[in-house]
């Protein structure tokens, strides 16, 4: 079993940056992929963005690109989103998640996930 919580959120205003953190623990040597999804108010569950545990490859959505960035590190069993230039669009719960299977990088399924963290931004 692996355990993530995320951390970092809150409120900014528009144009500002929040960095938000991910801790995994238990079976960290079975992850191979950590994503982060977003989920605003009465809206579905966005896939942001993922990176490989252990080899250098992310994915970032396209309604990101440019402004957000997920980096990690493994020392720490940490992964991490930079949120800049941050819009009042992207308010929402943020959640991160793990996984065992490796899978294509745009793959939405994980088997583990986090409690959330509320980003609110403000224009």
């Known amino acids: 079993q692996v355990q993530v919580v995320e951390s970092g959120g809150g409120s900014v205003q528009a144009g500002g940056s929040l960095r938000l953190s991910c801790a995994a623990s238990?079976?960290?040597?079975?992850?191979?992929?950590m994503g982060w999804f977003r989920q605003a108010p009465g809206k579905e569950r966005e896939f942001v963005g993922a990176i490989r545990w252990t080899v250098r490859s992310t994915y970032i959505a396209d309604s990101v690109k440019g402004r957000f960035t997920i980096s990690r590190d493994n020392a720490k069993n940490m992964v991490f989103l930079e949120m800049n230039s941050l819009k009042p669009e992207d308010t929402a719960v943020y959640y991160c998640?793990?996984?065992?299977?490796?899978?294509?990088?745009?793959?939405?399924?994980?088997?583990?996930w986090g409690q959330g963290t509320q980003v609110t931004v403000s224009s």
């Open positions: 998640a793990a996984r065992n299977f490796v899978g294509i990088m745009t793959n939405p399924r994980y088997d583990y």
């Open positions: 238990g079976r960290t040597s079975s992850i191979t992929t």
